[in-house]
């Protein structure tokens, strides 16, 4: 399973990329249940460096606020995985850097830290563009931890790719 999930998300990668060249954008990442793996996936393609900003791997709390700017008080009143969270996670990330457009991903991997409210699988994912606006979105993953991560990388790609090509209201 391991060498189609890198095919994948490598094939995702590269269409994503190929959008984002097309369209004269770049991107940047915060990144927390993927930990990187978003920024890595786009990194493996040759010439990211055209339509790749940064990657900001905010796994805890606090990095969620020193790097991004997040007020601490959303956290506390929603949870770190959350829309608003990572919503503000994607308006931080372009706020700070000149990246055009960016993905932000908090959930639960697992297999343990899940809830009632938030059961392990939850991932909140939200894309941005400074012209196209926010689009969030909840996901319930199931699988182990690496499938969950798996799925959350891929959707990010779709989102992004889905919030770029859709036509204007």
Known sequence: MTFQIEVDIHLMSEQLGALLAERGLV????????????AQAI?????????????FVTYSNQSKVEQLG?????????????????????????DKTTADCAIATSGIAGPSGGTIDKPVGTVWISV?????????????FTGDREEVRFQSVLESFRLLEFLLTRSEL
Request: proline residues 3%; charged residues 15%.
């Open 43 to 55: 990194t493996a393609v040759p010439g990211s460096s055209a339509w790749f900003h940064s990657g």
């Open 128 to 140: 941005g563009d400074k012209a196209k606006g926010l689009m969030t979105r909840e996901f319930l």
């Open 27 to 38: 991107v940047g990442t915060a990144e927390s249940c993927t930990g990187g793996w978003i």
């Open 70 to 94: 997040l007020d601490p008080d959303l956290i506390n009143q929603h949870g770190a995985v959350s829309k608003i969270v990572v919503e503000n996670m994607v308006t931080g990330l372009i």
